[in-house]
């Protein structure tokens, strides 16, 4: 499948860097790489990638802080990839501005799955939003106009917060939401000690909306770093 699309690649290890290289070159991807956070910043504002894949490990700067530095002009999509076994890395990347994770090791066909989601979501965002929004994933269904929430067609009856969660998961569709994201974005302010009261919420979410119990459809755990809606493809019967 050829691409138009540009990816610029971080990482200092040149041997992950030829990977990855390779598999976007095989994908017909327009990329360009680089081995520091300085070259990472020319690259950025000179060569205008639609995508940013970066490791958070690099000789001159930390990860972390070249993903602020990008995000004070730049909104496009950033994969980190981490090394570190520390789930704290990549919440605070996600916190920072990143978008999505991949943990080494990973497989190429994972990190082109990733690559495909944030295009798609980029895609999705610059839409405008239609006037009677109706929010559609699969068998679910979300209508703003009248709070109605409906799964293959049955009306589930949702408590005000879970339906403030289900709405901020369905507008972030194929992106990791942090704990702390999801937890300010539900109670500004919120603590930390939220945790468990947003479990709490999710596990009364799932069961209303999930068709079998202990069953993913609508939304997924991310272990230790949060919940995400995956965007279900369409069936084609
Ligand atoms: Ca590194």
């Given at each position: 499948?050829?691409?138009?699309?540009?990816?610029?690649?971080?990482?200092?290890?040149?041997?992950?860097?030829?990977?990855?290289?390779?598999?976007?070159?095989?994908?017909?991807?327009?990329?360009?790489?680089?081995?520091?956070?300085?070259?990472?910043?020319?690259?950025?504002?000179?060569?205008?990638?639609?995508?940013?894949?970066?490791?958070?490990?690099?000789?001159?700067?930390?990860?972390?802080?070249?993903?602020?530095?990008?995000?004070?002009?730049?909104?496009?999509?950033?994969?980190?990839?981490?090394?570190?076994?520390?789930?704290?890395?990549?919440v605070t990347a996600l916190d920072s501005g990143a978008?999505?994770?991949?943990?080494?090791?990973?497989?190429?066909?994972?990190?082109?799955?990733?690559?495909?989601?944030?295009?798609?979501?980029?895609?999705?965002?610059?839409?405008?939003?239609?006037?009677?929004?109706?929010?559609?994933?699969?068998?679910?269904?979300?209508?703003?106009?009248?709070?109605?929430?409906?799964?293959?067609?049955?009306?589930?009856?949702?408590?005000?917060?879970?339906?403030?969660?289900?709405?901020?998961?369905?507008?972030?569709?194929?992106?990791?939401?942090t704990?702390s994201y999801?937890?300010?974005?539900?109670?500004?302010?919120?603590?930390?000690?939220?945790?468990?009261?947003?479990?709490?919420?999710?596990?009364?979410?799932?069961?209303?909306?999930?068709?079998?119990?202990?069953?993913?459809?609508?939304?997924?755990?991310?272990?230790?770093?949060?919940?995400?809606?995956?965007?279900?493809?369409?069936?084609?019967?």
């Amino acid at each position: 499948m050829g691409s138009s699309q540009k990816i610029l690649v971080i990482e200092d290890d040149s041997m992950m860097l030829r990977l990855v290289a390779q598999s976007l070159e095989l994908q017909k991807y327009d990329y360009r790489t680089a081995e520091n956070g300085m070259q990472a910043i020319a690259e950025a504002v000179s060569f205008r990638p639609d995508i940013i894949i970066t490791d958070l490990g690099l000789p001159d700067m930390d990860g972390i802080e070249l993903i602020e530095r990008i995000r004070t002009w730049s909104n496009v999509p950033i994969i980190v990839i981490s090394a570190r076994t520390d789930d704290e890395d990549i919440v605070t990347a996600l916190d920072s501005g990143a978008d999505d994770y991949l943990r080494k090791p990973f497989n190429v066909t994972e990190m082109l799955a990733r690559i495909r989601a944030a295009i798609r979501r980029s895609e999705t965002l610059s839409l405008p939003a239609p006037e009677n929004s109706v929010f559609e994933n699969g068998g679910l269904k979300i209508d703003f106009a009248t709070r109605t929430v409906y799964t293959n067609g049955a009306e589930v009856h949702l408590t005000p917060n879970e339906y403030k969660l289900l709405c901020i998961l369905a507008g972030n569709t194929d992106k990791v939401l942090t704990y702390s994201y999801l937890i300010n974005a539900m109670w500004p302010g919120g603590h930390e000690k939220d945790k468990q009261i947003l479990r709490v919420f999710m596990s009364g979410l799932r069961k209303k909306i999930e068709p079998e119990e202990h069953d993913m459809t609508y939304i997924y755990t991310s272990m230790g770093i949060g919940y995400y809606m995956p965007k279900i493809t369409a069936n084609k019967e």
